[in-house]
């Protein structure tokens, strides 16, 4: 399917295990970019990244680890995940000239 | 750092009737902002953008006004309908790649 998805939409683990959350589209977009949302807070950035291989800190990076490899995905793994780490998670993606991002449908990851 | 924040974090307008959103924004050196729309379970969606050079651009009933003066944002949405509502948001551009986001506005829209 044409656009931006993102997998799991939900997902449950436990405190201390890794977990990865995908992020996939189909624009050839150069920038793409991870969010969470919380309630009473705006989305933060994570992380983002300008083009395969090249990634960035956001506002909150503490915990997450990015890679991108090719140009259309952008996973984020959460290496030891802990309760605050409890959220709903957006990808988005931009062309290069544009400042407009898409977003995905999100992922609602719950720690336990 | 910087901030995004709204005046209204629930807003109910009859439908028909003209709603009004509001933001505040604080970085005077912002160029760029836009408005999203999220409904129940999905992402933002864009509706409409402003750049600092302009006071006013005008989309498909919606229309964003920006006063720099005061550094605050509104959206307008005209014949307000059921399928508008979601929650809103505003983002400042603060860097060539970083918004700030503000929390939402929620918009109910009652038959």
């Known amino acids: 399917d044409a656009g931006i998805t993102q997998s799991p939409r939900y997902k449950i683990t436990e405190t201390g295990r890794q977990v990865t959350l995908m992020c996939h589209q189909t624009?050839?977009?150069?920038?793409m970019f991870w969010y969470r949302q919380d309630l009473g807070h705006g989305l933060r950035l994570i992380y983002y990244s300008a083009a395969a291989d090249i990634t960035d800190k956001g506002e909150v990076p503490d915990g997450y680890v990015v890679s991108r490899s090719k140009t259309e995905n952008f996973p984020l793994t959460l290496e030891s995940a802990t309760r605050s780490q409890t959220s709903v998670y957006f990808c988005a993606s931009r062309d290069r000239d544009l400042y407009e991002q898409y977003f995905g449908p999100g992922t609602r990851l719950t720690v336990t | 750092g910087e901030s995004v924040g709204l005046h209204l974090p629930t807003l109910s307008v009859q439908e028909g009737d003209n709603s009004i959103i509001n933001c505040a924004y604080s970085n005077s050196a912002s160029d760029y902002f836009i408005w999203y729309k999220q409904e129940s379970g999905k992402g933002p969606q864009f509706i409409i953008d402003?750049?600092?050079?302009?006071d006013k651009r005008q989309g498909q009933r919606v229309t964003v006004l920006l006063n720099k003066t005061v550094k605050h944002l509104s959206l307008q949405i005209a014949a307000t309908q059921p399928g508008d509502s979601a929650v809103y948001f505003c983002a400042e551009l603060y860097n060539f790649n970083k918004f700030y986001f503000g929390s939402g506005t929620k918009l109910n829209v009652k038959p």
């Open positions: 402003i750049r600092s050079n302009m």
């Open positions: 624009w050839s977009h150069s920038y």
